[in-house]
């Protein structure tokens, strides 16, 4: 039964159309390669279509290559976002390779997602997407970079400017905060403490981009409400409004379990559908217009079947 619910999925992917890269001018046919991109790779997708680039932060093990596993597996596993097509994608194979190992149906008893290398450089995924009420296509570029490279930046401004060159380039920050860390009291401090250095480091190197959003959540989420300790993202905005002022535009904040260990307390990408949403929205300016449209979006997603 299991095996037959893999077998299905793959044959799925591989009847998903991966796109050609070249143009029709080209003499030579070059198909890709399916790996993760650079960011010079990417510039034939940001040059001809709304491109918008993710950068997810947070410490070693937080959930980072599993959130941008789920915006893929999203439209495998459903329900899909209401009116959003996959649209293609020029790292299909690189998302399959993770989001091979976080699939419910692998054999495992607990799902786990394999290390993300440090290998900065050639980190970039890529997702296509169509919205059938608007005929509009938008582009998601999401990078894939190790916790270990954010924990060595902070307290480091030179690091940082060095490790994030391509920091002009992003639209949206995500910034993850590891739930399972923040239930314990002894790693709880520690946790935010290290997240707002990372976002001051990053203040202090004078890299973040004028029009950046950044998005606080929690992830792991199901060990918070599992523990009935569903408060604490208050305690987080708290102490990032004391200590990041300056930012408070900028910050929204929510709560995710992308691949929650036990469903009956949360179903597989709990919160993720209200964040690619989130991102593909590009008119939002400010964290009351956020909070707005994730208002409206909550009640798109219980129409749609998630269990909330
Ligand atoms: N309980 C629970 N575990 C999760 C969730 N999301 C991810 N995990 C687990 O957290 C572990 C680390 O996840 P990764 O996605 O590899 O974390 P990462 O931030 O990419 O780690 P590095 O690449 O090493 O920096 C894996 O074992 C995941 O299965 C979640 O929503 N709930
Ligand atoms: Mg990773």
């Known amino acids: 039964m299991e095996e037959t619910s893999n077998a299905k999925v793959i044959d799925d992917i591989d009847n998903i159309e ?61 329900p899909r976002p209401k009116d959003l097509l996959f649209a293609g994608s020029r790292t299909l194979p690189a998302f399959v390779a993770r989001a091979y190992n976080t699939w419910i149906n692998s054999r495992r008893n607990e799902p786990s997602t394999p290390r993300t290398s440090r290998d900065q450089e050639n980190s970039i995924l890529h997702l296509r997407f169509k919205d059938t009420s608007t005929e509009k296509i938008s582009n998601l570029l999401i990078s894939d970079v190790s916790g270990e490279i954010f924990e060595h930046v902070i307290g480091n401004t030179h690091a940082a400017k060095e490790a994030f060159q391509f920091f002009n380039t992003v639209d949206q920050l995500v910034l993850l905060l590891d739930g399972e860390k923040l239930l314990e009291i002894k790693t709880r401090f520690a946790e935010i403490e290290q997240s707002i250095q990372l976002l001051q480091t990053f203040l202090g190197a004078d890299i973040l981009p004028k029009g950046l959003r950044i998005t606080v959540a929690i992830s792991k989420y199901d060990k918070l409400k599992e523990a009935n300790e569903e408060e604490i993202l208050q305690r987080v905005k708290e102490c990032f409004t004391d200590q990041l002022p300056s930012l408070q535009s900028k910050l929204q904040y929510m709560n995710i379990a992308a691949m ?31 909070f707005v449209i994730n208002q409206h979006m909550k009640s798109q997603v219980n129409l749609f079947g998630w269990r909330r």
């Open 18 to 78: 991966v796109e050609n890269i070249n143009t029709a001018e080209d003499s030579s046919v070059k198909l890709p390669t399916g790996r993760e991109l650079s960011l010079s790779e990417t510039y034939p997708v940001s040059a001809s279509e709304d491109t918008y680039y993710v950068l997810i932060a947070g410490g070693t093990a937080s959930g980072k290559t599993t959130l941008l596993t789920l915006f893929y597996q999203l439209f495998l596993i459903g």
């Open 260 to 290: 929650p260990t036990n469903l009956e307390i949360l179903p597989i990408g709990y919160g993720v559908q209200d964040m690619l949403l989130n991102i593909l929205q590009n008119n939002a300016q400010n964290s009351n217009d956020i």
